[in-house]
């Protein structure tokens, strides 16, 4: 069992749906969990980060943590072409990060 | 205040050459990191260091690959007579301070891309 899954997608979604993103993990001692964007042929920037369990919002972009289910979720309201990238959990313990797969997601005007 | 540069951003070798990445970190971060990405699989933690130092390098395979981050001069990741299966997106990531257990965004790079003929 990998330590975090994340479905790879490929997620296709019409320009202002509700999106869902999701990652479990099976380390209870990761504290940070994180949220990143990846558009083609670039870095991985940081979107949100959250410790411990709760919702935390920004924008349209709202990140949740159920420690008790090692489960964790991104929520993006009102989605727009310009969200159309690879969104990948990361969970931090310590010294130690671990990334998500990664899913492909596509929103279509 | 520039971002985290890669050079060189696409590189191509043969198998059983050298390849020599590249990494300089944000202005006043020193502390440096390196992944490598595969299709689907997201990234893989390699290799964490501070200057002269190599703090934790568990992700690193054992034989061919190398790295540093000297006093002067940006961090180099170093793979020897590379094979096919090294093929791969290299992203090298700063932070400005240790890692420990409190949180510090980690900068991307926009990666190099391996491609080993």
């Known amino acids: 069992q990998k330590e975090v899954e994340q479905d790879p997608g490929p997620l296709s979604v019409p320009e202002g749906a509700i999106v869902s993103l999701n990652c479990t993990y099976s380390n209870s001692a990761f504290q940070y969990f994180m949220w990143y964007r990846q558009y083609s042929r670039k870095g991985p920037e940081l979107l949100m980060y959250?410790?411990?369990?709760g919702n935390k919002e920004d924008g349209r972009f709202t990140a949740q943590v159920d420690k008790s289910s090692k489960y964790i979720s991104l929520f993006i309201r009102d989605s727009q072409p310009s969200d159309s990238a690879t969104y990948l959990c990361?969970?931090?313990?310590?010294?130690?990060?671990?990334f998500g797969a990664g899913t492909r997601l596509t929103v279509k005007p | 205040n520039a971002g985290v540069m890669q050079n060189p951003r696409h590189l191509v070798r043969r198998r059983g050459q050298e390849a020599r990445l590249r990494c300089s970190p944000m202005k006043g971060h020193s502390h440096v990191y390196w992944y490598r990405q595969l299709p689907e699989e997201g990234l893989k933690f390699m290799v964490y260091l501070q200057k002269e130092n190599i703090i934790d390098e568990s992700g690193m395979p054992k034989e061919r690959f190398s790295a540093e981050f000297p006093k002067e001069g940006p961090s180099i990741l170093r793979i020897q007579q590379v094979v096919r299966g090294d093929s791969a997106a290299y992203f090298c990531a700063s932070s400005p301070t240790r890692g420990g257990g409190a949180f510090h965004e980690q900068f991307f790079g926009p990666g190099t891309r391996l491609t080993v003929l």
């Open positions: 959250t410790y411990s369990s």
């Open positions: 990361a969970l931090k313990g310590g010294n130690d990060m671990r």
